[in-house]
C-alpha cells in the first residue's frame, strides 16, 4: 500500500497554468496505476486522467483533453498533471491514488491523498 501527497495547488487565472505533483511513500510504486481525480463543491468525484505503472498507457476525461498531460517518473515515485488553459470549471480539489490500471471505476482505487485545491478565478 502507498502513501500518497498532492501538492502544486493553487489560484490562478482563466488561461494559465498548474502542475500537481503525486508523490509516493511505499516500495511497490512502480507496480501501479495512478489517477488523478478531482471533485468540485456540490459534485461527485470524476477521474481526470490516469497514467499506467510503465508510462505505456495514459487516459483523459474528454473535458480536459489537450490541455491536460499526465506523466509520471517512477525513479522520484512521483506522478504530475500538467494543466494548461485552465478554466473556472477546473476548480476542484484534485486528489491522486493508485489502482491496478487506468480505465476502471474509481472504486477500485486506494490510498487516496489528502488533496489539493485547485481555484481557477479572475
Known amino acids: 500500500q502507498l502513501q500518497l501527497v498532492e501538492s502544486g495547488g493553487g489560484l490562478v487565472q482563466p488561461g494559465g497554468s498548474l502542475r500537481l505533483s503525486c508523490a509516493a511513500e511505499?516500495?511497490?510504486?512502480?507496480?501501479?496505476?495512478i489517477g488523478w481525480f478531482r471533485q468540485a463543491p456540490g459534485k461527485e468525484r470524476e477521474g481526470v486522467s490516469c497514467?499506467?505503472?510503465?508510462?505505456?498507457?495514459?487516459t483523459y476525461v474528454d473535458s480536459v483533453k489537450g490541455r491536460f498531460t499526465i506523466s509520471r517518473d517512477n525513479a522520484k515515485k512521483t506522478v504530475y498533471l500538467q494543466m494548461n488553459s485552465l478554466n473556472p470549471e477546473d476548480t476542484a480539489i484534485y486528489y491522486c491514488?493508485?489502482?491496478?490500471?487506468?480505465?476502471?471505476?474509481?472504486?477500485?482505487?486506494?490510498?487516496w491523498g489528502r488533496g489539493a485545491q485547485v481555484t481557477v478565478a479572475s
Open positions: 511505499g516500495s511497490t510504486f512502480d507496480s501501479y496505476a
Open positions: 497514467i499506467s505503472h510503465s508510462s505505456n498507457r495514459t
Open positions: 491514488a493508485q489502482g491496478p490500471f487506468c480505465g476502471i471505476k474509481i472504486k477500485y482505487f486506494r490510498s
